[in-house]
């Protein structure tokens, strides 16, 4: 790091190594350079700056390389004709650095942090010499040596606010008179004079310092005092309370406090009726800071840090809180014993030596209240335990919006961007204000980015507050190295589940890491009372994600990183093992369950295997298959078996081919299956049987489906008969053979009510009410769907809820009951969408259009929604239906050519054998020629409608052929 001091003689340091620098115009070219560090100074401001406007371009080149020779790297003066950029951080600069303090120290609430800034800052000017003292006698020269001064003054200022307010005021009397004299007309000095002199029990000392500044004012500039001292005479006069010193030590002023305000009321509220009371809370999530907060209406109370003690008796720590060196425990307890609140902050590193000392404080001073913050309760008699949670997303927001204001005022706000930093950042107030403090210089979507590596990000270089809250790997780290060494194991294992891991899980891992079985619930209970380890519902237990990258971190650093995450995808294979027998069975829910709970692990798994294991990868993608398509992720699982492993064995091939097919891309899932049919042609035939269905190929379902079937009968595999029934009864159904439907029903449920699974019994019970509708009996088939929906949404199959719901909607529609179809149907569109579900939702789109025209009201949206879907997935079983009812929307509009549009979906539907799309065009077409007086064309269409009728007489009601009566309407008063 390169550092250029300029305040006093010229110096350059890098990595704290002194730089030799030539002396006159080359020194004085870098003091110019370093009060804009960063920052381009064109060469006519240099010129005229650095020799009166009397020298060349050439002159400055000759100083500019001699400058960079003495640096040692030009990197650090870039620029050329134009101008140049000393490439220093700002922050290295002393000048810089103290402007920065002296206009940011007066927002700082804590007293101590005010003092040790100022006194850093005012360090940087050395001696009494003169500014600037390298940069020459240019007029240019003035204007910062005037700032700079008026900085040293305001640092000296609020140097001397905060020491009265920790107490100093009588032994600060001397000085601050000396400054008075040396700055007569420097009102906040003698208000600083005024306020010690006060006390320090010195009441009429202090009105005649307010009297001998009025006079000066008075004789020297003809003015009186300004508001603050007339007001501060006031109050010295009337002895206002508000002069007095505090009592204790907290800080004067703190920065807000967001989203505490029930924690704050819950801890006052304990504090109320027990003597001690810890708040517990991971690293940074703002323990001292409530604590604080809570003891400022509780005063007296002391504030006793334990972040720098390292052990031995805490007697001496405590009376320094007191002013009092050397302290015993006799002269604490004293002081304590009036009623007293201690807050003992940082407790977690010396628990025995904080149990002893608090056991012993009220013990011997009854009155005495102690509040202490921990990352681990101190186990003492008495003690209640108030656990600070991180902040919800909304207070979140809040602290990051406030605090980057703070940063730069011309902040823009975008709540979605920030809500997601602060999804990323776990809650933790430290995290947050680290992030939001980097908006001076970066931008929300680029501090998103930077949080991969959250712990370069997260740091604040200028601060100058304890190395632990300056950083959060300082601050996590802290809390790590006080663990013991199966604890930081523990750690490193929980690293691996970012999903949270549950009890066996975390132990299977943890033996990897060649800690004993036996000991993980000790390990797991140690790290949650040190607040390292969330607790998420019984017998699970996840990591805040800073606290999982600290982990990991440490992890990779001991070279154990492929042990632990082997050990966390063999786990999860098994899980997959499990999942591939009982997901087709009884244990159907709880392997959905699995599947949904541990989804991040399953793709983390899945990530780790793909570069290192890509047979367990697959063995794991495989095993979850189905469970994804009883969820109706159907594509997603398809994905992750194809980024498991490059080629795919035939199994896998039909396994993703049925999933690429219940997300609706039929043309992969035909291309898939037909590769994989190879290994097993039943399984094969099954699947493909189930792509034609969607197809709307009934009869071609129903040939592979007679082809596949004796093959399971033969081996005992029931499921896979079940399901074959299954779709025999839907392609019967579609076809108007009801009865052959309904034997495919109760073959189906014979097969499959032994077996348990609660999906395929859902569509069982689905496909009687499908049955039911053809066989027009619609309450019995709303029935039958609404226990179907019931059923599936009780169990979270979202996907299969969906697909009921949408049948359900069609089933009200048949009925006569279109607004209950619509509000069915809008159902069913937003749960699919919510699983991504993009068949069912496009099906249930054509389905809510269709009810929608029926009604009169705006249908194009989720027509044309679910059209576009069709013709990107390769059509589907309602894309035909979707084009004919966008075409008859155009013909209610009086759209040009939506007749010769009608015509064109009219022979679709016949080279489709789409029987009730033929219905229907025909007799759209057949009202728009009616309405148009062409009368013999409008009744060879009916009639020609009712020729194709009696084939899915069974699919189409009266209510669905409200264009029939129209047309006839029409022709009625035509004739």
């Known amino acids: 790091m390169v550092t250029v001091a300029v305040l006093g003689p010229v110096s350059v340091r890098r990595d704290g190594v002194a730089l030799p620098l030539p002396a006159g115009k080359t020194t004085e070219l870098l003091v110019r350079l370093a009060l804009d560090a960063g920052e381009l100074v064109r060469t006519e401001r240099l010129i005229e700056d650095l020799w009166g406007g009397a020298a060349g371009r050439n002159t400055l080149q000759v100083k500019v390389s001699a400058l960079r020779k003495a640096l040692g790297d030009r990197g650090l003066v870039l620029g050329g004709a134009a101008g140049y950029t000393l490439a220093v951080d700002r922050g290295g600069v002393d000048a810089l650095d103290v402007l920065r303090v002296a206009s940011t120290v007066g927002s700082l609430g804590d007293a101590a942090e005010v003092e040790r800034e100022c006194a850093a800052a005012l360090s940087l000017f050395g001696g009494g010499g003169e500014l600037l003292s390298g940069a020459g006698d240019g007029a240019w020269v003035a204007p910062h040596r005037g700032r700079l001064a008026e900085a040293r003054l305001r640092l000296t200022e609020e140097a001397f606010a905060a020491r009265i307010t920790l107490g100093e005021a009588g032994s600060l009397v001397g000085e601050l008179e000396s400054l008075v004299v040396a700055h007569p007309v420097r009102e906040r000095f003698w208000g600083l004079l005024i306020t010690a002199l006060y006390r320090a029990g010195r009441q009429a000392d202090a009105l005649d310092a307010y009297r001998r500044v009025q006079r000066l004012l008075a004789g020297e500039l003809g003015v009186q005092p300004g508001r603050e001292l007339r007001e501060l005479e006031r109050q010295v006069l009337r002895q206002d309370r508000g002069l007095d010193p505090p009592v204790g030590n907290l800080p004067g002023v703190s920065a807000s406090l967001v989203g505490r305000d029930a924690d704050i009321a819950a801890v006052a509220g304990l504090l109320g009726m027990r003597r001690l009371v810890t708040v517990a809370g991971p690293a940074g999530v703002g323990k001292t800071r409530l604590a604080v907060e809570v003891a400022r209406s509780l005063s007296p109370a002391w504030l006793v840090g334990l972040d720098g003690v390292a052990g031995g008796p805490l007697w001496p720590h405590v009376g320094e809180a007191f002013g009092v060196a050397g302290a015993t425990e006799a002269v604490v307890v004293d002081r304590l014993r009036g009623g007293a609140l201690l807050v003992v902050d940082n407790c977690e590193h010396l628990l025995d030596e904080v149990a002893d000392l608090v056991s012993r404080v009220l013990r011997a001073a009854p009155a005495a209240r102690v509040l202490a913050t921990s990352q681990v309760p101190l186990g003492v008699d008495g003690e209640v335990v108030h656990t600070l949670e991180p902040l919800s997303l909304a207070d979140s927001v809040a602290l990051f919006a406030e605090r980057a204001v703070q940063q730069r005022r011309s902040f823009v706000f975008d709540g979605d961007a920030v809500a997601a930093v602060c999804r990323s950042l776990d809650g933790l107030p430290l995290a947050i204000e680290l992030a939001s403090a980097r908006v001076k210089v970066l931008s929300i979507a680029e501090i998103a980015r930077r949080l991969d590596d959250r712990f370069a990000l997260l740091a604040d270089p200028t601060s100058r507050r304890p190395a632990r809250r300056r950083t959060l790997r300082a601050a996590i780290g802290w809390s790590y190295d006080l663990l013991f060494p199966d604890d930081q194991r523990g750690l490193w294992a929980l690293a691996c589940f970012p999903g949270g891991a549950p009890l066996p899980a975390f132990t299977s891992v943890l033996g990897a890491l060649d800690v004993p079985a036996a000991a993980a619930v000790d390990v797991v209970d140690r790290l949650v009372d040190r607040s390292l380890v969330r607790a998420a519902g019984a017998d699970r237990y996840g990591l805040l994600d800073s606290v999982r990258a600290y982990a990991m971190e440490r992890l990779l650093d001991a070279g154990l990183v492929d042990v632990a995450w082997g050990a966390q995808a063999a786990w999860v294979a098994e899980a997959a093992d499990r999942a591939a027998v009982g997901a087709r069975g009884a244990e159907q829910a709880v392997q959905v369950a699995t599947v949904r709970r541990e989804r991040a692990n399953i793709d983390a798994a899945l990530a780790w295997t793909a570069e290192h294991d890509p047979a367990l990868g697959l063995r794991i993608a ?237 249908a194009r949206e989720p027509l044309e929604s679910a059209h576009r879907w069709y013709r990107a997935a390769g059509r589907g079983d309602a894309a035909l239906l979707a084009e004919y009812l966008l075409a008859a929307l155009d013909a209610d509009d009086g759209v040009a050519g939506a007749d010769d549009r009608l015509v064109s979906v009219l022979a679709s539907a016949r080279q489709a054998g789409d029987g009730v799309v033929e219905v229907l065009t025909l007799e759209t077409l057949a009202r728009v020629r009616a309405a148009t007086g062409r009368i013999s064309d409008a009744r060879d269409l009916l009639a020609a409608a009712e020729t194709a009728l009696p084939a899915v007489k069974h699919l189409v009601t009266a209510a669905d052929r409200a264009d029939r009566d129209h047309a006839r309407a029409n022709l009625d008063s035509l004739t």
């Not at 005992?716 to 579609?734: K, R, T």
């Not at 027009?776 to 009780?794: C, E, I, K, N």
């Not at 048949?814 to 069913?828: K, M």
């Open 622 to 858: 495989t095993g979850f298959g189905w469970t994804w398509a009883v969820l109706g992720a159907g594509p997603d699982g398809a994905r992750r078996i194809r980024d498991a492993a490059g080629d795919l064995p035939p199994a896998a091939l039909l396994l993703t081919g049925f999933l690429e097919a219940s997300g609706g891309d039929l043309d992969r899932a035909t291309a898939d299956i037909s590769q994989g049919m190879a290994d097993d042609s039943d399984v094969g035939r099954l699947y493909l049987a189930f792509v034609r269905s969607q197809q709307g190929r009934a009869a071609d379902a129903l040939a592979l489906l007679a082809e596949c079937r004796a093959g399971f009968r033969a081996r005992g595999q029931d499921w896979e008969e079940g399901v074959s029934w299954l779709l025999e009864a839907w392609a019967s159904i579609a076809l108007g053979e009801t009865d052959r439907g309904r034997a495919a029903c109760d073959e189906a449920l014979r097969l499959l009510a032994p077996i348990g699974d609660q999906w395929a019994l859902s569509h069982a019970e689905a496909l009687l009410g499908e049955l039911a509708q053809a066989e027009q009996r619609f309450v019995d088939a709303a029935a039958h769907l609404r226990r179907a929906a019931s059923a599936t949404h009780a169990l979270g199959f979202a996907a299969a809820e969906a697909h009921h719901l949408a049948n359900l909607g069609r089933a009200l529609q048949q009925s006569g009951d279109p607004s209950a179809a619509a509000q069915t149907l809008r159902r069913a569109l937003d749960v699919a969408r919510g699983t991504g579900d993009l068949r069912t939702a496009a099906l249930a789109g054509v389905r809510l259009g269709w009810v929608l025209r029926a009604l009169g009201e705006p």
